[in-house]
Structure formats: C-alpha cells, structure tokens
C-alpha cells in the first residue's frame, strides 16, 4: 500500500500547532511526578496539513454506500438518510443515561413503546423486544423464547430445529446454539420449499422450521400457508428469519401468514448504518402465545405514563444490557415516521422492481438458475464463465475495477458460484444501467481476455490478495525504528 | 494432474497407501473448488474414522465442507502443520497439504476406491 503511517512522516522539528509559554509543563511535573514524565516518546512530528492529508487519503480509500452502489445480497445495503443522525444526535435522545428513572425519560420511554407497536403492524405479531443487538442475535433470542415455550407446556422432548438448504447460515447456527440439533432438507427444483421433505422431517420431536420469506433466492415462498399449517399440526412453530423484510414491508406481514415469531434488521430494512458503519439491531416480534416469555424489560404504558416492565416471570431474561442499541431504533423510528405506511410499501415495491430490472439486463450474459423473476434480490451463476477460467470471486474482484461494491458471492450455497445481487429501492435508473453494463462488460471480457479479470483487481491501492494469508498474518502495528 | 499412485473418493478426498496405513488428504481440484482455506478441523490422534462417515471439515473464504474418510481405521498421525498454516493444503494439496494418517482396519475398503483414470473422468464429468 501506498500510504506510509503518520509515523513515518514525521520530520524533526516539526509541528501543527505552536503553544505559547503556558507553564503546562510544571504543572504536569506537579501532578504526575517527574519520574512518571517521558520525553523520549515517538511521537509523529507533523504539520497540520500533512495529518488532514493522511487521514482524508486513508478515508478515500474505504468504501460504502455513501462512495456508490453496493449491491450485497442478502445485506440490504440501503442508503442511511442523513436526518436521522441529526435526530439521533439531538440531546434528549444522545444525553440520557441508562438508569435514569423513567418519569425523568418519557420521551425516549414513548418513542421505544411506538416503535414497538410498529414492529407489531409491520411484522402482523402481538408483542415485540427491541433488545437483541443484530438478526442472528434476535435468531437466537426467538429460539429461546421457543424453547421456554416448551418447557413450559411440557414439551422438552421437541429437539429438532429444520431449515432448508438454503438458509442463512446463522438459522443453522443459533438453532445448533441454543441446544438443538439442526436438520437440513433439501429444496425442491423451484428453489423454494419441498413440502413432501418438510412433511417426512416433521415430528412430535421437531421444535421449529426457519424459513426466510422471499427465501435467499430472491423467491417468495408461495405455498408458505400449507407450510404453517404442517409445522402447526406437528406441534412445532414456525420461525420468519426477516432479513429479506425489504421485499415485503405493506404488502404481506408474516404474522397472517401463520409465522409465530419474526425479527427484523433494523440496520437492514430499515436504513440504520450497517458493515462498520454502526451496531445492528436485531428486534423480535412474536404471537400472543409468547409474549410472556420476552426478555425483560418491555417498555408498556400504565395511567401514569411509559415505564420498563420487569414484572414478566417466564421471562427468558435480559439479553442485551439495559435496552438494546437505541441509537439505531431511534435511527429506524425515524425512517418508518417519515416514509409512513404507504411510504415503506413503495419502498418494497421499488426494491423489487429495481432487482427484476436488473436481473432483466443482465440474464442474457449470465445464467439465471431459478429463473427471470424475481423479489428484493436475485441469484445469477458464473457458470457459463467458469470453463475459461473465471469464477464468481473473480468477477467480484474485477467489479471493484469498476468502481462497484461486488454482491454477495458463494451464497447461497445450493448455487454453484452464486452472485447475489440486491440492488435496494435506493438506487436510480442510472446507478443500475451502469452496473448491468459493467457486469455484462465483465462477461465479454470473460470471453476474449479472461485473464483480465482472472488478475483483478487492477485500478485498487493493494491488487489480488491471498484472502486466507490476509487474515491470518495481519500487520496490525508499527514499531519504531522498523 | 492427478498423482497416478494415488486412489480417490468422489468426495474428492486422496488417499496414499503405504502397507496398512493410508495418508489422506482432498485433492488439488478440491482445493481449487474451495478457495483459500483458513480452518481445519481433524480428529484427534487414537480416534477412529470410518469409511464414507465424515472425519472433520474444512473451512475456506467460501465455505465450509465435511471430509469424508476413504477407508476406515484408527488415526495414528495428525498434520499439525495445519494448524497455523491451513493454506498448505491450497499450495501443496498432495504433499504438505496432507491431513491423517490412518491406520486401516480393513485394507481391502482400498479396492472401493476411484483409480487416478476413474477420478479424472469424474471430474471432466461435473
């Protein structure tokens, strides 16, 4: 890389900012005690321009959705509107302190219980935790609540969690987590749910089914009542994995379609700082049944305003400290009052035309396995490009030469050398075209000049890295004198 | 190039015989298939593997995989070279890149095995 450290710019003598005599010093000899003062520390000796410089070229050569389009399925790499942070920011949510009472905090007390109730319109469920910290964490919380369920009910014996082979790796994991063992079924040559291997599965030992709805295909699962119905007669629940929310939002809830319990990504659907850019949040929303078995505290209403509620005896317990990632839910709050109901189904709409759009543009040069319609996201296969050499990681390494965030690669795994590619409603006509054209110029150059893109990227500050050397042997800090 | 001393599993495992032990390993296609690999997961030395059950995984950029073991027997020898440095089995995936040693319980399972011919026209296949 190209960009020394701010250490080794340093030049004797020089300096950003001139002190004038302020006997700081023997002050400081007074407080620390002279023996505790060093003089001999390295530290960079810069001007003020040469730290700008460092730091703003350093900052150039990161990359999110505020540098272009970043299409990373499964990811919803939506952009974050700028007024949230300014709302976020304002002191009577950023000043508060976690154990203020609650009759000093009803502002943040009122805004935590609506986002609640909207959690509950948008998901069609009944009761709501905004704690967990992120999906995978609101997985595993939902599971938990399951599994007091049926203790509760007498019902230990269910120990089966099923998930289709086509799941987020984390409905397998958090199941397996929570002390369950994990069946994989096959999906069926449609790409969604085999009702004839789901129903062989299917036990007085089957604790939950997770599904993603529209699954990682980008297909909604449109025999999801018969499902419901089956996991219901054998005595198990139904779990929505609400990753792909975005595909959704105002035109199905999946609670009316028979799901007994839902998270969301707040930091996916609904436009929080996601990758980097800030914690997730992950809330749960589930039926009546499973209310009482919530982590505690719910934020509820009395005659004399909000307060947090303890008083849930089944609970499961806390599983975040005090009450989850508030700055995003109050990043997400302002999303859903902004864009309003019709607001958030036009947002689902645009998500889905945008991916059929672009799917349309780019099914001619690559193959499209499961078929040329799609919801939120689609899958494509380097399949064809694949006998001259170049697989998916290629292609995604030589997108980032034009100038474009690869998608999501390898994912799901039922698809050999899968790109997944979500384009989000927040992206123009323009944004799209120009992608299409780059993915459809990738493929030609594939068949004329594979090497190009098999050597990619070209135009980056570090070129092809060995991604597992990458992260093992990191240089992570800079000694003086190396 | 597929070694010619070496048989197969259609689970691309290798394996090299040396009277009754067995050497395994995935092949230099299974690698390529994989991607960078950055985690290993291999019994432990005195376990026992069985042939067509799973004896570990491996984990790559990509994702992660079962090893299937190719004959059955006690594991008398572990690469702990792996540990640290997971990427041998990309760079020399039919040498340093080698996984257990097993000794064989029944050294005719051999025999079930693909020949160096019978692999390569598998993979020409997929």
Known sequence: ?482 | MIPEDLRYTSTHEWLRVDDDLATIGITDHAQEELGDIVYLELPEVGSTVTAGHVFGSVESVKTVSDLTAPVSGEVLEVNEELTDSPDLVNEESYGGGWMIIVKMEIPSEVEELLTPEQYEKFVEEQ
């Not at chain 1, 850019?277 to 004399?304: T, W």
């Not at chain 1, 305003?305 to 599983?319: E, M, Q, R, T």
């Not at chain 1, 799901?412 to 006509?429: Q, R, W």
Request: glycine residues 8%; aromatic residues 8%.
């Open chain 1, 1 to 482: 890389m190209n960009e020394p450290t701010i250490f080794e710019r340093s030049v004797s003598g020089r300096t950003g900012v001139y002190f004038q005599e302020s006997g700081l010093d023997s002050t400081m000899t007074q407080i620390l005690g002279e023996e505790n003062l060093r003089h001999d520390l390295p530290l960079p000796e810069v001007s003020q321009v040469d730290v700008i410089r460092h730091y703003t070229r350093l900052s150039a050569m990161n990359y999110g959705v505020d540098s272009g389009f970043y299409p990373l399925g499964s990811c919803t790499m939506k952009y974050n509107p700028k007024i949230h942070e300014e709302i976020a920011a304002m002191p009577g949510f950023s000043r508060l302190h976690p154990n203020q009472q609650a009759e000093s905090c009803q502002g943040i007390l009122r805004m935590l219980f609506e986002m609640q109730c909207f959690v509950q319109e948008i998901t069609g469920m009944d009761a709501v935790t905004l704690q967990p910290a992120a999906g995978a964490h609101g997985e595993l919380t939902a599971l938990m609540v399951f599994k007091r369920h049926f203790e509760r009910v007498g019902e230990r014996h269910r120990r089966i969690v099923i998930v289709p082979d086509s799941s987020h790796g984390t409905n397998p994991a958090t199941a397996a987590r929570c002390g369950y063992e994990v069946i994989q079924i096959t999906s069926g040559t449609d790409g969604r749910v085999d009702i004839a291997r789901l129903r062989e599965q299917l036990s007085d030992e089957t604790a939950a089914v997770m599904l993603t709805n529209p699954n990682t295909l980008g297909l909604f699962e449109t025999q999801i009542a018969e499902i419901a119905d089956l996991v219901h007669k054998a005595g198990a629940l139904l779990y929505c994995d609400g990753a792909n929310m975005n595909a959704i939002m105002g035109i199905h809830r999946p609670g009316d379609a028979g799901f007994d319990a839902m998270h969301l990504n707040l930091h996916k659907t609904f436009s929080t700082p996601h990758g980097g850019g800030g914690p997730g949040s992950g809330p749960i929303a589930v039926k009546d049944f499973l209310a009482s078995y919530l982590p505690v505290p719910v934020v509820a209403q009395n005659e004399d305003g909000y307060y947090l509620n303890y008083d849930l005896p089944d609970s499961i317990g806390a599983v975040h400290s005090f009450y989850g990632n508030i700055g995003m839910i109050v990043r997400a709050f302002a999303y859903i009052i902004s864009l309003g109901a019709n607001g958030l189904r036009e947002v689902s709409e645009n998500a889905v035309l945008n991916a059929n759009y672009l799917l349309s543009k780019v099914s001619d040069s690559y193959e499209v396995p499961y078929g040329t319609k799609c919801m939120h996201e689609f899958v494509a296969s380097a399949v064809r490009q694949k006998p001259r050499g170049v697989k998916a990681l290629d292609i995604a390494k030589r997108l980032i030469d034009f100038g474009f965030h690869p998608p999501t690669i390898y994912f799901p795994l039922i698809v050999p050398e899968a790109l997944m590619v979500e384009p989000t409603e927040t992206e123009s006509i323009e944004s799209l075209n120009a992608f299409a054209d780059a993915l459809n110029a990738i493929a030609k150059e594939a068949e004329v000049s594979p090497e190009m893109v098999t050597s990619a990227p070209h135009h980056t500050p570090v070129g092809r890295l060995n991604e597992a050397a990458a992260a093992r042997n990191m240089e992570l800090t800079w000694t003086v004198g190396d």
